[in-house]
């Protein structure tokens, strides 16, 4: 096994370990924002040089709920909990060489466009082997997207010494209820896990 898979498959081994995880489970209705990415994508990639992606817009909701709860946007340092007054957002990536976990830094400071070019240059240097240990390093809270495997639902792992992790999944149409009528709807599974 890399060094590298060794370690992250060490740290959150000794995450499940330590931690007492729960993890909660909702369904959203993915309809509104799947339109507004279809109404807008032209115009945003002419303006900003960047596509419009679900991560940037689960980033900014994930800031408006850790300021909102800023106990979840804490790190556990031993035995104190540190609460920071800034979020730093780490976001899963999948490579050749295993999972990393770069951190979008200031993220309650970006618009929707710095975000996804922020994702766009982590993305590519983790798949280029490229990242350094700083921008790995500080995150106060992950969000990682089992959807791109087809995942329909999991139970995300904390990223030490974080104490939330947010887990995204597929959309699928589902039959659900809107006002009384029964409809195919693009849903998605979340999965919040916290200490």
Do not use: W
């Not at 618009?111 to 983790?126: P, Q």
Request: aromatic share 6%; charged share 20%.
């Amino acid at each position: 096994m890399p060094r590298l898979r060794k370690r992250i498959a060490n740290r959150l081994k000794d995450s499940q370990n330590t931690f007492a995880m729960l993890t909660t489970f909702n369904e959203v209705d993915m309809t509104n924002l799947m339109k507004l990415r279809s109404d807008y994508k032209d115009e945003f990639v002419k303006k900003h040089g960047v596509k419009l992606g679900l991560m940037s817009c689960f980033v900014k909701a994930a800031v408006s709920g850790l300021q909102n709860q800023p106990i979840v946007n804490a790190v556990i340092d031993g035995d104190d909990i540190i609460y920071r007054d800034y979020v730093d957002v780490s976001v899963a990536v999948g490579t050749s060489k295993g999972l990393v976990v770069p951190v979008i830094r200031d993220a309650d400071t970006m618009n929707f466009a710095d975000i996804e070019k922020g994702i766009n240059n982590l993305a590519k240097k983790a798949t280029e082997g490229a990242l350094s240990i700083d921008e790995m390093a500080g995150g106060t809270f992950t969000i990682s997207n089992g959807g791109v495997y087809g995942s329909l639902i999991s139970t995300p792992i904390i990223n030490p010494p974080q104490s939330a992790i947010l887990g995204m999944h597929s959309i699928v149409q589902r039959p659900v209820v809107v006002d009384g009528s029964i409809l195919a709807r693009p849903m998605m599974y979340l999965a919040l896990t916290y200490d």
